[in-house]
């Protein structure tokens, strides 16, 4: 199949057939096509989903984050399954998060120099070949644990690939003005399928055995593949191609020190990564020696971060044309994230607890979802891969937390580690605040 036709884009300061303008942006200085405003009533929750390149992107969103689930719970399945070992489970963990501290800086080089879109469709194809061949391996019989440790790192390193160009791609389908919606979206698909993924997987496991979940994930890849290929989007910029990958990855990182603003939102979107997310390793020891519930409370402890963070993506799709003042907002969520880990860490009884942590998951949601968007828009086009490759290097960094907070734990106990954590954020806040001043200034 060949790819679609590009979109024709018309000269600067030439009016252009649907009404769309040039304008220039007070962030970075470069030109860029803003869309024809839609008029419409009522809240804008679903209103970046008008874009026909935005859904394919959305929906492929949906595809790769569920199958992406599916195939987490299949592999610690199997891993448990055949060691009864709940270090392997961790180390797994581990293995699979190595890779974004080390390749994804590279991926995002690549998005900077490859067409992304083919870049995603070739990366998504990888990805699902693995996934097929994995299934095939599985029913055969022959499976053996170092062969999950394998494919876990394997398709981790693609993933480090996947999700730098997936994030570059977003601004390239919808206007400035409705890309914190596109955002917010993106992160409503990603919450829905955190909550299903792990239960659909588990009943896949039960009706078809672990084997037939590969097949399925190499089924929403392939799906992927296609939703990528009926996109159209505008030609990766050149200017990288022009030095070599290391001069390009110097330039990227030098941008993102130099740059105030995007250093002040790198440092409060990756800081908590080690100093708040990591509570989420705790939860067994909340359960069990904290509040004294059973197995299905640790499922509800699991579940409530999702039940904020699903609802504050609705609430951030539905007002992001209203805020402009989004490194304010950012400011108020993280402090609020401290101020739920606290609560969550001293609650009296159990049901105060699952509130709180429906406020850490909220609030999470919210500066991350905000960050993510001011990154975007802070950036020229042509740097863009790099920088938002900076701000994956959280799926790394959390594991690095996790550590120090199961070390905490074991001297202090878990209520005074969670609740230092949620100190150490709201510190954060206060040094951003008053020494990045530039970041209370960001509107868009």
């Known amino acids: 199949m060949s790819s679609p036709p590009p979109r024709p884009v018309p000269l600067a300061n030439e009016p252009t057939p649907d009404g769309a303008v040039l304008a220039r942006t007070p962030l970075t200085g470069e030109v860029i096509r803003e869309e024809p405003a ?11 989903l008008h874009y026909r390149d935005f859904r394919f992107l959305w929906l492929g969103t949906l595809c790769m984050s569920g199958g992406q689930w599916i195939q987490q719970v299949t592999l610690g399945w199997l891993v448990y ?73 394997l398709t981790a390193v693609a993933w480090s690939f996947n999700q730098p160009v997936r994030q570059t791609l977003v601004p390239n389908v919808v206007p400035r003005s409705e890309l914190m919606n596109a955002v917010a979206l993106n992160s409503v698909g ?44 505008p030609p990766t910029p050149s200017e990288a191609r022009q030095a070599s990958v290391l001069a390009n990855l110097k330039e990227g990182l030098a941008y993102a020190w130099r740059t105030p603003t995007v250093r002040a939102l790198l440092i409060v979107g990756l800081v908590p990564s080690v100093f708040a997310i990591p509570y989420q390793a705790l939860m067994p020891v909340f359960q069990k020696d904290v509040y004294h519930v059973e197995a299905d409370g640790l499922g509800l402890m699991l579940a409530a971060p999702g039940v904020g963070a699903f609802f504050a993506t609705f609430f951030l799709a539905s007002v992001a044309q209203i805020i402009r003042r989004k490194g304010i907002l950012i400011l108020i969520a993280l402090t609020l994230l401290g101020v739920s880990l606290i609560l969550f860490s001293q609650a009296p009884t159990f049901p105060l607890a699952l509130l709180a942590l429906v406020g850490v998951g909220g609030c999470h949601i919210l500066y991350a979802s905000a960050t993510t968007t001011l990154l975007q828009l802070s950036v020229p086009d042509a740097l863009r891969g790099r920088v938002m490759s900076i701000w994956m290097l959280d799926h790394g960094l959390s594991p690095a937390g996790s550590l120090v907070a199961g070390v905490s734990t074991q001297y202090i106990g878990a209520p005074i580690t969670v609740t230092l954590m949620g100190i150490a954020v709201i510190i954060l806040v206060v040094a951003v605040a008053w020494g990045m001043p530039t970041i209370r200034r960001i509107e868009a």
């Open 38 to 48: 839609r008029r419409r009533r009522g809240l804008q929750t679903f209103s970046s």
């Open 81 to 153: 399954e055949m060691t009864g070992s709940s270090v392997l489970l961790g180390a797994l963990q581990g293995f699979r998060a190595l890779p974004f501290l080390v390749v994804s800086p590279l991926g995002g080089v690549v998005a900077d120099r490859v067409d992304r879109r083919r870049l995603l469709m070739g990366i998504t194809a990888i990805l699902a070949t693995l996934a097929f061949g994995m299934g095939l391996l599985v029913g055969s019989g022959g499976l053996q644990v170092w062969h999950v440790f394998v494919f876990g790192l």
């Open 190 to 233: 990603f919450q829905v399928t955190k909550v299903m993924g792990p239960a659909v997987g588990g009943v896949l496991i039960a009706a078809f055995g672990p084997h037939g979940n590969f097949f399925v994930q190499a089924g929403a890849f392939g799906a992927v593949v296609l939703a990528v290929f009926l996109m159209q989007a």
